[in-house]
């Protein structure tokens, strides 16, 4: 997939002027089955964690400082977490990340 993106220039009269026409790259995700089906494991298991401790995605997102959107596309493995993610949703949760990871069953 390829986008081209125009580069402008504001001048005092307030028109565009183009600097540049350069390609911007969309890279499709580099995930295999493999990883697709971690993720998505991960995402269920941090729902069921999250709704044991009777919590909506957006109490959950206020713990963890993160917006209720990204942990719904985590919990439903549309994104991959971080390791700062993993992190924060483990102290989150009053868990380690092993442990974490444990209860999630990876």
Not at 8 to 17: D, E, F, G, Q
Not at 59 to 83: C, K, N, Q
Not at 97 to 102: G, H
Request: hydrophobic fraction near 40%; proline fraction near 3%; glycine fraction near 6%.
């Amino acid at each position: 997939m390829r986008i081209s993106l125009m580069l402008a220039s504001v001048c005092r009269s307030k028109i565009l002027i183009p600097l540049c026409s350069a390609p911007l790259f969309v890279t499709r995700s580099r995930q295999n089955g493999t990883d697709q089906k971690l993720i998505l494991q991960f995402g269920q298991g941090v729902r069921r964690l999250r709704e044991e401790l009777k919590l909506s995605q957006e109490d959950f997102a206020e713990r963890v400082d993160m917006h209720r959107t990204y942990v719904g596309m985590i919990e439903r493995g549309e994104r991959s977490p971080t390791l700062g993610t993993l992190a924060a949703w483990a102290q989150a949760l009053q868990l380690s990340v092993s442990e974490l990871m444990r209860k999630v069953g990876l």
